[in-house]
């Protein structure tokens, strides 16, 4: 199995910005896909970003521009850097992470985001 922790949610301003990271641990094979997802309340989980493990990278729409994902193979640790943040960017926010050998996807317990004044 495949632990995930998240870390550095909070409350920001708009127009701020805010680092999210994932670490994942336990008995891992090799990581495919690591991505963040987020849920604000009454809608249904999107995506925000993934990126591979060769680094390519896909955003949603409302994020491009704004948001970053990165990855750190070594550390097994996948990041989000979020700046000019806006109120509709507030939600839980999950990490992702996907084992191809496994085929199996694994989530984080989710961080609170929260932009507003």
């Known amino acids: 199995q495949v632990q995930l922790m998240e870390s550095g949610g909070g409350l920001v301003q708009p127009g701020g910005s805010l680092r999210l990271s994932c670490a994942a641990s336990?008995?891992?094979?090799?990581?495919?896909?690591m991505g963040w997802y987020r849920q604000a309340p009454g809608k249904q989980r999107e995506l925000v970003a993934r990126i591979t493990s060769s680094g390519s990278t896909n955003y949603a729409d409302s994020v491009k521009g704004r948001f970053t994902i990165s990855r750190d193979n070594t550390k097994n640790t996948v990041y989000l850097q979020m700046t000019s943040l806006k109120p509709e960017d507030t939600a839980v926010y999950y990490c992702?992470?996907?084992?191809?050998?496994?085929?199996?996807?694994?989530w984080g317990q989710g961080t609170q985001v929260t932009v507003s004044s």
């Open positions: 336990g008995s891992i094979f090799r990581i495919n896909n």
């Open positions: 992702n992470v996907y084992e191809a050998i496994r085929a199996s996807h694994y």
